[in-house]
T-cell receptor, first 114, second 114 residues
Framework: AQSVTQPDIHITVSEGASLELRCNYS??????LFWYVQSPGQGLQLLLK??????LVQGIKGFEAEFKRSQSSFNLRKPSVHWSDAAEYFC????????????FGTGTQLKVEL | SAVISQKPSRDICQRGTSLTIQCQVD?????MFWYRQQPGQSLTLIAT?????????ESGFVIDKFPISRPNLTFSTLTVSNMSPEDSSIYLC???????????FGDGTRLSIL
């Protein structure tokens, strides 16, 4: 069965600093990969997705993620964090074939210091 | 992407009662899903809501506890039955336009059981 690991439960960065959130997955083939963000009191918003092709994907709000097959990773990055980026970030994976069932990581809570 | 509306946005209920949560989409969608997010936890898929037929439940979730309806391509309900404090969670509806399309989420229903 597929699984997702987000090793960092909490991360604190200063506004304007760069950000990298880690995500590792376990799956036998190339999965579909996603990053979602959840602001307090909100649902989940899709930041970006990887299905195939270019392993560096661009998303909304200035985020990008890089798929590294050799490391089974899909880390999320942003060059300069804004205070409004404070939220919880979830990495998710689904099988490339079969149903549209998502498996989520446990999430990383991002705090931004002004 | 589709606009997803969930009702109610939050509720406080007495144990032993049931609550029905509605998910309305502003356009027809192929797939609809229900997730549970327990306090401080990640998301867990409850079931896939199938239009015109019984929902497909994940391991650990049963129809008697979480009956789901999906009468058409824009609407679904999830009922949380015979509630106990352990059912206090955020319940989220998500939709996808197809197997190879990402899921988009509603804002969730925040449910507290006294």
């Amino acid at each position: 069965a597929q699984s997702v690991t987000q090793p960092d439960i909490h991360i604190t960065v200063s506004e304007g600093a760069s950000l990298e959130l880690r995500c590792n997955y376990s799956y036998g083939a190339t999965p579909y990969l996603f990053w979602y963000v959840q602001s307090p009191g909100q649902g989940l918003q899709l930041l970006l997705k990887y299905f195939s092709g270019d392993t560096l994907v661009q998303g909304i709000k200035g985020f990008e993620a890089e798929f590294k097959r050799s490391q089974s990773s899909f880390n999320l990055r942003k060059p300069s964090v804004h205070w409004s980026d404070a939220a919880e970030y979830f990495c998710a994976v689904r099988a490339a074939g079969g149903g549209n069932k998502l498996t989520f990581g446990t999430g990383t809570q991002l705090k931004v210091e002004l | 992407s589709a606009v997803i509306s969930q009702k109610p946005s939050r509720d406080i209920c007495q144990r032993g009662t049931s609550l029905t949560i509605q998910c309305q989409v502003d356009s027809q969608v192929t797939m609809m899903f229900w997730y549970r997010q327990q306090p401080g936890q990640s998301l867990t898929l409850i079931a896939t809501a199938n239009q015109g037929s019984e929902a497909t439940y994940e391991s650990g979730f049963v129809i008697d506890k979480f009956p789901i309806s999906r009468p058409n391509l824009t609407f679904s309900t999830l009922t949380v039955s015979n509630m106990s404090p352990e059912d206090s969670s955020i319940y989220l509806c998500s939709v996808a336009q197809g197997l190879n399309q990402p899921q988009h989420f509603g804002d969730g229903t925040r449910l507290s059981i006294l």
